[in-house]
């Protein structure tokens, strides 16, 4: 059984700052990556950021510059430092573990709201 636990996100003026936090525990046995999807209503959903353990970072173009993803291997957590947050932001955060296996082995977390207002 494997868990992840979300937190940190909530409402926030356009400008603001946000912090995402998920902690993996439970049976993992290998985690390739880490990373955030987010999916605003009516959208589908698609990566935010993504990072390998090594350390290789990946960002969607329209957050480069203003989100940063980083992740602590030992206590299997990943981070998402949100600033400069535009309205266009809002939309519930998936934490999500690539294990290197194929995306049907992936796991997920249940979900945070971010909501970013004008």
């Known amino acids: 059984q494997v868990q992840l636990v979300e937190s940190g996100g909530g409402l926030v003026q356009a400008g603001g700052s946000l912090r995402l936090s998920c902690a993996a525990s439970?049976?993992?046995?290998?985690?390739?990556?880490m990373g955030w999807y987010r999916q605003a209503a009516g959208k589908q959903r698609y990566l935010v950021a993504r990072?390998?353990?090594?350390?290789?970072?990946n960002y969607a173009d329209s957050v480069k510059g203003r989100f940063t993803i980083s992740r602590d291997n030992a206590k299997n957590t990943v981070y998402l430092q949100m600033n400069s947050l535009k309205p266009e932001d809002t939309a519930v955060y998936y934490c999500?573990?690539?294990?290197?296996?194929?995306?049907?082995?992936?796991?997920w977390g249940q979900g945070t709201q971010v909501t970013v207002s004008s």
């Open positions: 990072i390998t353990r090594t350390g290789r970072t």
């Open positions: 439970g049976s993992i046995f290998s985690i390739n990556a």
């Open positions: 999500n573990v690539d294990r290197g296996l194929g995306p049907q082995y992936d796991y």
